[in-house]
């Protein structure tokens, strides 16, 4: 767990990390360079679950090399699958990363939302829906291994 008192907001309890995957922590259906290794080192602070439907055919591939087993969400309605498994795990408890216009949903109901800059670029929806926008996937997931740096973004 990542327990987080931040003033003006109040505290903020992480135990879920709800990450889409492609466009956030894969490009192409590849997944990105060292993700395998920093998905790792969170898991001992909080439970990682993946979101996708799988665009591009490779997230047994991608499951294989983060030893993990994503969610598959079924096309259409793909914003309210997503928002409804993370209010299934308590919204309040979730940080949620995502950049496309499908992750909008779940990153403003979670209790914590990232929205990351990726080479596919970032739905203006998610900009608006998210907590903290970061430069990208590498840097969002800096924050919860160093999450002093939310405190000092969200601090009113």
């Not at 290794?37 to 665009?55: F, G, K, Q």
């Not at 259409?76 to 498994?85: I, V, W």
Request: a negative charge.
């Amino acid at each position: 767990m990542i327990e987080l008192n931040i003033p003006g907001r109040g505290l903020l309890q992480l135990e879920h990390l709800v990450c889409d995957v492609n466009g956030t922590l894969a490009v192409d259906g590849q997944l990105l360079e060292s993700m395998s290794r920093i998905i790792t080192s969170l898991r001992d602070r909080l439970e990682v679950h993946l979101l996708t439907a799988d665009t591009r055919g490779q997230q047994n591939n991608i499951d294989f090399q983060l030893n993990l087993k994503a969610v598959r969400i079924q096309a259409g309605n793909e914003a309210e699958q997503k928002a409804a498994y993370v209010r299934q795990l308590g919204a309040e408890h979730v940080v949620a990363i995502g950049q496309g216009a499908n992750d909008a949903a779940m990153l403003d109901c979670a209790g914590l939302g990232i929205c990351v800059l990726s080479r596919e670029g970032a739905a203006v929806e998610t900009l608006m829906a998210a907590d903290i926008v970061a430069h990208d996937i590498y840097t969002a997931l800096e924050l919860l291994e160093k999450p002093l740096r939310i405190v000092t973004t969200l601090r009113k």
